[in-house]
């Protein structure tokens, strides 16, 4: 089953570079079927504003139920992938 999700953040800062580096690896070294789409709420606001997305970076789980959400820094990816619930290949 296919993963949705949707990855907020703000303009093209170090900041945003680094989640947005940080999520497509996670997600290359997980198992699973995942769809990300990146969001600038800079160039979108009322995207997350509909959303109720309040800081960036944010990654949200749309698909499948129930929605989870990530705020922050997403380096440890242990954290993040629990959070979001799915299973990834760790390298200690």
């Given at each position: 089953m296919q993963q949705l999700?949707?990855?907020y953040?703000?303009?093209r800062s170090g900041r945003s570079a680094q989640a947005i580096a940080a999520i497509e690896g996670l997600f290359r070294d997980a198992s699973g079927d995942f769809y990300l789409?990146?969001?600038d709420v800079l160039e979108d606001p009322s995207a997350a504003e509909?959303?109720?997305i309040l800081a960036t970076p944010t990654?949200?789980?749309t698909s499948p139920p129930p929605r989870q959400s990530?705020?922050?820094d997403f380096r440890n990816r242990?954290?993040?992938a629990e959070a979001i619930g799915i299973d990834v290949e760790l390298a200690r």
């Open positions: 999700f949707t990855l953040v703000a303009g789409t990146i969001v509909s959303e109720r990654l949200v789980r990530v705020v922050g242990e954290r993040v």
